[in-house]
């Protein structure tokens, strides 16, 4: 099937090594490096020169606070940060991979699940965000559809997604759980976003699935979500949000900076959190848009657990693995990936985050 093929030659792709930026120089540790983190943080003391970071654009969060000012590096205990844009997170773990970026702050947990299962040297640290209404997919409002007529509106639409990661993962089980034949839609991988939400509001196609601003672009054109982020979550049980990774050997070698990393991201969201109104302009120009909308204001959509709430079961110390584990047995029986790891707890290090509290 054409629509097969397309899936399984951008899978393909998606395991290839590539990526963009420049390599980080790694600094020398000692292992403990909970306690070496809190006095270089008290002292201003720097514990290197530069950390490679990946981050979506268009996906405004709270660090960028720190990134557009530059102290989110000094919080993190570096000289510098080197803040990268990526259009997915596929292309973030290629990065990695190729030794590229240090950290990748808000990858999203699929494509992260499948380069772990493929032997990447990556490590998940934490949880950055959860966005039940931010990744989705939108109708065209002149199919007239709705939930309850969707296997017959949906019939013959072509729909353009990003392939291997949550995006897709949620598109897929959603259409199973509307009664929609997978066989009577014609599923395209999409360029990025904004090619997605350009070819919706021109009328290539009936249906645009991405994250972040271009939702806001299919919204505004009438267009009708699939589902919304409390229907996806609570009738069709899967949760939506994006994790930290980080590259094993830059890690390894630098304990207390990772650690580092992740309280300074506590810290900013806390900022924001103390004042949303003043911090959302600067956070706005730093995710390259006019404004933050419903990510950061309004009925937001972003939600940012705490560190404590990271360390719980629900998250890095059972729930993540367990979800991980269900969606890449998920993407086995559909045919597109060919193996599933026993237990994905192997792929999450919470130690940085104990070592951040």
């Not at 969060?61 to 990134?67: A, K």
């Not at 009936?206 to 939702?215: E, N, S, T, W």
Request: hydrophobic share 45%.
């Amino acid at each position: 099937m054409k629509k097969l093929l397309s899936i399984l030659a951008l899978l393909a792709l998606i395991a290839a090594a590539c990526g963009s930026g420049s390599t980080a120089a790694p600094a020398s540790s000692d292992d403990d490096g909970g306690a070496e983190a809190d006095d270089a943080m008290e002292e201003g003391e720097t514990l290197i020169d530069n950390i490679n970071v990946a981050y979506f654009s268009g996906w405004p969060l709270p660090p960028q606070i720190g990134q557009e000012d530059g102290s989110f590096a000094a919080a993190a205990g570096a000289e510098n940060i080197t803040w990268i844009p990526f259009p997915d997170g596929g292309s973030m773990a290629d990065a990695m991979i190729a030794g590229d970026i240090d950290i990748s702050y808000s990858i999203g947990l699929t494509p992260f699940a499948v380069k772990a299962t493929n032997g990447a040297p990556i490590k998940m640290v934490g949880i950055a965000v959860g966005y039940a209404d931010a990744d989705n997919c939108f109708v065209s409002g002149d199919l007239g559809y709705t939930r309850d007529n969707a296997a017959e509106t949906l019939k013959g639409a072509t729909i353009l997604t990003p392939i291997g990661n949550v995006t897709h993962y949620k598109l897929l089980n959603i259409l199973e759980f509307l009664g929609v034949d997978e066989g009577d839609v014609e599923i395209l991988p999409h360029e990025s976003g904004d090619s997605t939400a350009a070819s919706f509001v021109s009328g290539q196609i009936q249906v645009g699935c991405a994250f972040g601003g271009p939702l806001v672009t299919m919204e505004e054109a009438g267009g009708v979500p699939l589902l919304t982020g409390a229907e996806t979550s609570d009738e069709v049980g899967i949760k939506t949000y994006d994790v930290t990774a980080v590259r094993n050997e830059f890690a390894d070698a630098n304990p207390e900076v990772v650690s580092g990393f992740l309280r300074a991201n506590e810290q900013f969201n806390q900022k924001w959190a103390a004042d949303p109104a003043a911090n959302n302009p600067i956070i706005a120009t730093a995710a390259g848009m006019e404004d933050v909308g419903n990510f950061l204001s309004g009925p937001t959509w972003f939600t940012f657990p705490t560190l404590d709430e990271q360390l719980s079961d629900a998250w890095l110390g059972k729930g993540v693995g367990e979800v991980m584990l269900e969606q890449m047995t998920f993407f086995k029986d559909q045919g597109q990936i060919d193996a599933v790891a026993d237990d994905y707890n192997q792929f999450i290090d919470a130690s940085f985050l104990e070592a951040a509290k």
